[in-house]
């Protein structure tokens, strides 16, 4: 009985959603909850009180007690009152947020929500959610004239790419007996890398890379100097060209220099696909931590070329979340 | 939340058996207690122990789970057990939803504002606490929240007050009440010993108001006629009711007089109407045969009759035989000297008028003496009172008359009810309380009916031992206090004319009132449905007004000036396509604008400057002025929408 009341629920949910989208469109962000997309119920303390109100209203007139009557009557006002306020505690406030996101699988990953309120009021306990198999919420209240940032983290337990295609942003401000809530639509997705695992050497150091390496591992050539650009490690800084007033420079080392490190899917042949994908993320990270070298991502129907830095680590990342797994 | 049923409980509490007060107190305290230990609430095992063993005490005691006073009790005591045992939110919104019920039937049973007054406080508070219950982390204190429900309070008002006023009342109950007697009330009762109304009359509690329109009858004639006592045992008497049939058609002399009386509630259904009642407003009110005015019901709630007397009738009817026996009737073996008096008398005063006038004398001219605290009187009261004692008041008079008249053949009755009143100048009324309690007789003259003896009055005022007030100042406490001293009898009657204020127009508070009400409105002919008509409209103003309250709130400004300004300028600019992004400082934002529009740059990025420094730099002594200043900038600042020349804006593009 419980749970077919809830799947009655979840579907009426779905389509009043459905609905919602055919009527509002894909949202853009920032987006300005207006009232006509607001919607608002009861919730079940609120049931209980509506019948307990009605009762008092009735056994008031039956004992013909004004006393009584004003008490009831004041109490089914207060509620009415609270359901426009739980209304206006969503109605106005701006919601933003990235619409995308990264995380290594078994971890969480996190939305950042910006909510402003440009009104005078303050909007207490709203409440951020996502749906999924494990579904997400994260509150805040956010003071008059002010933005609140809210980080929504949510549990990623596989590799992937998982999308959402709604918000949800609710409140039961003030009394618990309403619940007033909008959709966002617009759509979220989570990559999610593999988890960094293996413990397989890089592919220069095992001597399978396009990098003669093997040999000057460890006492490098110095080979000359070559123009600064950003992400190069401290240590390789010429800091001595820079003391003399000249252009800031790199120095730059026969085995360090410009061979860059290939990441290959097919290096890794006869290992299963999951465990394939978590070692070239641990190298990707080992890659992007120790040295200075640019990498590249060679992997089936994509090559990503060599590069460093943050952008360059994410871009690879997502290219592995990505990877279709076992069909 | 404990607070909040802690309190709702104690509206409660003279209602409550005292143990079980004690137990939810405990229940709360204990709560409370292990809650700031951190520690859970006691086992299941152990409340449920509780719960069996305090519902089985209370039903033993009660008898019942049936009706008010018993459903309440029972569920205090849930409430107070089911605190025991909270753990989670649902927990606390059961406890609230409780709360609100007790506050209910707290009130439908009391008729005081101070209760209203606290319950509505109570609510108060459970909403404060149930808001932040709703919140998952409590963001301000107490005061704060308090305030904001306040708020909302306040905008409930209006919709709380339209719907209090225009919604339609019930004209009968649509289930019978239990009626709950026992309560003890004082008021006169249906049987008197002489001794009797002494504790009444040091009551200092109201009987009723009345107010008169038109004329007021002199102060001799305002008597308020209640039960009338026809059967005694030569010592006591009493109302085993009324004689069958209806009342005699009373022939009215003299002018007629209009009151309104707000009676209190009392334990019968006598409605003390002036004597003797000719119209009244009292749906099934009648007379009965003894001309007391009465309803078929007790008067179990605050009731308003409007009546109009006469106080001088006559009747030409007969007396039938059936009730002269009863009126002429006393045991015989009882009073044997006052019997022999009364044959003495009738002897020499043949007419039964001057019989009667004869006894007054003599109540007049011997030693008799008015007191409220008379001796003692044996088996013969009558003649222990007549020939010895010889002090009393109203009660022995009354019944040493009567049992005098009948001795002689007149038929005689004692009626009671209550003589006099205080006026209450700062509303044109009169209180009459129990201490105005009183009894005389009647006795029945051929041709002229009914003739009210009353032979208190004959006492000569000299042997008036101890009037009321006098008796009352003998008191060490309390009234005695109150009676003396004038400004506080004035503050008591200021404050009973509130009270009676707020009877009238709250209390009953009905469909007649809501009519007369449609009616002052300008509406004509009203009627039930125009009344729902007129609170519909209401409705709809009070939202308007609410939703304007509302509207008001959300648009207000910031107060800081500075912010204001800013704000123009922001929205100026976004006029002319270069709106602030939500994540832009001031700062960066007049550099964005600087190299969109370089020649708006030189002025936004002053202002933004000037904007940040009074926002956020200490305050400087040149704060108003610079504040003024930024004010004053802004308002003038309108960038128009192309640069001026469209050689720079080419520049601007990389």
């Known amino acids: 009985m419980k749970k077919r009341l809830q799947d009655l629920r979840r579907a009426s949910g779905r389509r009043l959603r459905a609905w919602n989208a055919r009527r509002h469109g894909a949202d853009s962000l920032p987006l300005t909850i207006n009232r006509r997309r607001i919607y608002i119920v009861p919730t079940r303390f609120g049931l209980a009180l509506a019948a307990l109100l009605a009762a008092m209203i009735v056994a008031a007139l039956n004992y013909n007690s004004n006393l009584a009557l004003a008490f009831a009557f004041f109490m089914a006002s207060l509620a009415l009152v609270a359901m426009h306020h739980c209304h206006r505690n969503l109605s106005g406030l701006s919601v933003d947020v990235n619409l995308e996101s990264d995380a290594f699988a078994g971890a969480d990953t996190v939305f950042h929500f910006m909510l402003r309120n440009e009104s005078s009021l303050e909007r207490s306990g709203l409440e951020v959610s996502l749906e999924g198999e494990k579904p997400a919420r994260a509150t805040a209240s956010v003071p008059p004239h002010s933005d609140e940032r809210l980080a929504l983290e949510v549990p990623i337990a596989r590799r992937g790419v998982q999308r959402w295609d709604h918000v949800q942003v609710r409140t039961m401000h003030p009394f618990g007996w309403f619940r007033a809530w909008t959709y966002v639509h617009t759509s979220l997705t989570a990559f999610a890398a593999p988890r960094p695992e293996g413990n397989r050497p890089l592919p220069s150091a095992a001597g399978s890379g396009h990098a003669p390496l093997g040999e000057t591992h460890g006492e490098e050539e110095f080979a000359g100097l070559r123009p600064y650009a950003p992400g190069v490690a401290l240590k390789h800084m010429a800091w001595k060209v820079l003391a003399r007033g000249g252009e800031p420079a790199v120095r730059v080392y026969t085995d360090l220099g410009a061979l860059p490190e290939w990441l290959e899917w097919s290096a890794l042949e006869g290992v299963e696909i999951e465990a394939r994908l978590s070692q070239l993320c641990r190298w990707i990270l080992t890659c992007e931590s120790r040295s200075a070298r640019p990498y590249g991502l060679r992997l089936p129907g994509i090559e990503i070329a060599p590069g460093r830095g943050p952008t360059h680590r994410i871009r690879c990342l997502r290219a592995l979340a990505q990877q279709p797994g076992v069909a | ?654």
């Open chain 2, 1 to 654: 939340m404990g607070a909040c049923l802690g309190l709702a409980i104690a509206a409660h509490v003279a209602a409550l058996p005292p143990w079980l007060t004690a137990l939810v107190a405990a229940s709360i305290a204990m709560r409370l207690f292990l809650a700031a230990r951190g520690r859970a609430a006691p086992g299941r095992p152990v409340k449920l122990g509780i719960a069996a063993a305090s519902i089985a005490i209370l039903f033993l005691q009660l008898r019942t789970f049936n009706g008010l006073s018993a459903g309440t009790a029972l569920l205090s005591l849930v409430a107070g057990l089911k605190f025991l045992e909270t753990h989670t939110r649902r927990d606390l919104y059961a406890v609230a939803l409780i709360i609100y019920f007790l506050c209910l039937s707290a009130l439908l049973r009391s008729d005081s504002f101070w209760l209203l007054l606290y319950l509505l406080g109570v609510a108060w508070l459970s909403a404060a606490a149930l808001l932040r219950l709703a919140l998952w982390t409590p963001l301000h204190g107490w005061p704060l929240d308090l305030r904001y429900v306040g708020r909302i309070s306040a905008q409930a008002l209006p919709v709380a007050a339209v719907l209090w006023l225009f919604f339609p009342r019930f004209d009968a109950p649509l289930w019978q009440l239990p009626s709950e007697r026992g309560n003890a009330q004082t008021g006169l009762s249906d049987t008197m010993s002489p001794g009797d109304i002494v504790d009444l009359a040091l009551s200092d509690e109201i009987a009723f108001r009345v107010r008169f329109t038109g004329p007021l009858p002199p102060a001799d004639e305002r008597y308020w006629r209640g039960p009338v006592l026809h059967d005694t045992d030569g010592h006591s008497w009493r109302n085993v009711g009324p004689p069958a049939g209806s009342a005699r058609t009373l022939i009215a002399e003299g002018p007629a007089y209009n009151y309104t009386l707000s009676l209190e509630p009392h334990a019968f259904n006598w409605l003390f109407a002036l004597d003797w009642p000719d119209k009244w407003s009292v749906p099934d009110g009648r007379l009965n045969a003894d001309d007391t005015l009465v309803q078929s019901e007790p008067v179990s709630r605050p009731l308003d009759v409007s009546a109009q007397s006469h106080t001088h009738v006559a009747t030409q009817e007969p007396l039938s035989a059936t009730a002269r026996r009863r009126d002429t009737q006393l045991p015989s073996n009882r009073n044997p000297r006052a019997i022999a008096l009364s044959a003495e008398l009738r002897r020499s005063h043949p007419d039964d008028l001057e019989l009667a006038q004869t006894v007054l004398e003599l109540f007049h001219r011997e030693e008799f003496f008015y007191t409220l605290s008379p001796p003692p009187l044996g088996e013969n009261s009558v003649d222990d009172f007549l020939f010895d004692t010889r002090r009393g008041f109203c009660g022995h008079y009354a019944s040493a008359f009567a049992t005098l008249m009948r001795a002689a053949g007149i038929p005689a009755r004692i009626v009671t009810g209550y003589h006099g009143g205080t006026y209450n100048p700062y509303a044109g009324y009169w209180i009459v309380r129990q201490s105005n309690a009183h009894a005389w007789d009647e006795i029945w003259i051929a041709g002229r009916g009914w003739v009210r003896v009353d032979p208190t009055a004959a006492i000569a005022p000299a042997r008036v031992e101890a009037g009321l007030d006098s008796t009352l100042a003998a008191e060490p406490l309390g009234l005695g206090i109150r009676a003396r001293v004038p400004w506080i009898t004035d503050l008591r009657l200021r404050l009973d004319a509130l009270g009676q204020l707020w009877r009238q127009r709250f209390l009953n508070f009905n469909q007649v009132a809501q009519l007369s009400l449609i009616e002052r409105l300008g509406i004509a002919e009203p009627d039930a449905q125009k009344i729902v008509l007129v609170m519909a409209a209401g409705l709809m103003l009070a939202f308007a007004w609410l939703v304007w309250q509302l509207r008001r709130e959300e648009r207000a400004e910031p107060r800081d000036p500075a912010v204001v300004a800013y704000r123009r300028l922001c929205r100026r600019l976004a006029a002319i396509g270069l709106a602030r992004r939500p994540h832009e400082g001031a700062e960066g934002y007049a550099a964005r604008v600087g190299q969109a529009r370089p020649d708006l740059a030189a002025a936004v990025a002053a202002l933004c400057a000037s904007y940040s420094r009074l926002r956020y730099a200490q305050p400087s002594p040149e704060h108003g002025a610079d504040l003024d200043a930024l004010v004053a900038r802004t308002r003038a600042f309108r960038p128009r929408r192309r640069a001026p020349d469209s050689g720079q804006a080419g520049a601007s593009e990389p």
